[in-house]
């Protein structure tokens, strides 16, 4: 659920949930690994900086690395909370939550934890609303390790 209590965002309720549906829809899809849902949720020349993960000019690379990065996986959990949303010339723009649990491939190893926010300019195509530009900012990146 996005965060502005009734306050005008400028977009209209079903922009503001299908924004937010693309958002969601960007989370669950790298839980499933679902690499063509993960690149539907954004434009194909976007631009993606995830700060020490890297940075991104296209989804194609972006697929890759997230492919490659989960590859060596258990099943994650990336909860997208506290969306807030603004209308801006072309687009608008989204502020979210991220939590992320990566747990191991084998159950020996550490469980990871990525906590951060996203600051995303969305816009709309003839296929509905996609990230164009994500900037991630981490807050708590580590292990269980890392926390002994």
């Given at each position: 659920?996005?965060?502005?209590?009734g306050?005008?965002?400028?977009?209209?309720?079903?922009?503001?949930?299908?924004i937010?549906?693309?958002l969601?829809?960007?989370?669950?899809?790298i839980?499933?690994?679902?690499?063509?849902?993960f690149?539907?949720?954004?434009?194909?020349?976007c631009?993606?900086?995830?700060?020490?993960?890297?940075?991104?000019?296209?989804i194609?690379?972006?697929?890759?690395?997230?492919?490659?990065a989960?590859a060596?996986?258990?099943?994650?959990?990336h909860?997208?909370?506290?969306?807030?949303?603004?209308?801006?010339?072309g687009?608008?723009?989204a502020t979210?939550?991220?939590?992320?649990?990566?747990?191991?491939?084998?159950?020996?190893?550490?469980?990871?934890?990525?906590?951060g926010?996203?600051?995303?300019?969305?816009?709309?195509?003839?296929d509905?609303?996609?990230i164009?530009?994500?900037?991630?900012?981490a807050?708590?990146?580590?292990?269980?390790r890392?926390?002994?």
């Amino acid at each position: 659920m996005n965060i502005n209590c009734g306050i005008d965002t400028g977009l209209s309720a079903q922009d503001e949930r299908s924004i937010s549906a693309v958002l969601i829809a960007y989370a669950s899809a790298i839980d499933l690994r679902d690499w063509d849902l993960f690149r539907s949720c954004f434009i194909a020349d976007c631009q993606a900086d995830y700060g020490d993960f890297g940075s991104w000019q296209n989804i194609a690379d972006l697929t890759d690395f997230m492919r490659e990065a989960h590859a060596r996986l258990g099943p994650t959990l990336h909860r997208i909370s506290n969306i807030k949303l603004t209308n801006a010339q072309g687009g608008a723009n989204a502020t979210s939550y991220v939590d992320a649990l990566l747990s191991p491939e084998n159950k020996q190893g550490p469980m990871h934890r990525g906590i951060g926010s996203y600051d995303d300019f969305i816009v709309r195509t003839s296929d509905g609303w996609k990230i164009a530009r994500r900037t991630f900012t981490a807050l708590i990146i580590g292990s269980e390790r890392d926390q002994a």
